[in-house]
C-alpha cells in the first residue's frame, strides 16, 4: 500500500508543479527565471534586475500573496542580500487558489517595473 501512496502522492505534487509553472509563466513569465525542479514543493525565482524587489513584495503581500525573500534560504554570504530572488510553495494549496495567488503575484511584480 505505500508504493501506492507514494505514487497517488507523486502524481499530485507532479500535477501542482505543473499548476504553478503554467501560472507563472502567463503571469510572471517576462519578470522572472527559473528551473523546473525535479522534486521538491517550491519553485525557485530569480526577477530581472528591472523589478524593484521590496516594491513587488509589498504589493503582493498588499493583494493577499506572500512570498518568502530569498536571503532566507541562501547559505552563500556573498549572495548578498537575496533580494532579487523569491520561493513559491505550490504544494498546499489548491490549484484555483494558486492561479489566483501567482497572477495577483504578476501584477505585483508587473507594476514593480522600473521603468
Given amino acids: 500500500d505505500l508504493d501506492r501512496q507514494i505514487e497517488r502522492a507523486n502524481a499530485v505534487y507532479r500535477r501542482k508543479l505543473a499548476v504553478a509553472v503554467d501560472a507563472v509563466r502567463e503571469h ?3 519578470w522572472v527565471t527559473f528551473t523546473v525542479p525535479d522534486g521538491g514543493f517550491y519553485l525557485w525565482l530569480a526577477l530581472s534586475d528591472r523589478v524593484d524587489w521590496a516594491a513587488a513584495r ?3 503581500a498588499a493583494g493577499g500573496v506572500a512570498f518568502r525573500p530569498g536571503e532566507r534560504f541562501m547559505a552563500d554570504e556573498s549572495a548578498a542580500s537575496g ?5 513559491l510553495a505550490f504544494s498546499h494549496v489548491g490549484d484555483d487558489e494558486m492561479r489566483r495567488g501567482i ?11 522600473i521603468r
Fill in 28 to 30: 510572471c513569465g517576462p
Fill in 58 to 60: 509589498a504589493k503582493a
Fill in 83 to 87: 533580494q532579487g530572488y523569491m520561493r
Fill in 103 to 113: 497572477a495577483v503575484l504578476g501584477a505585483a511584480i508587473r507594476d514593480s517595473v
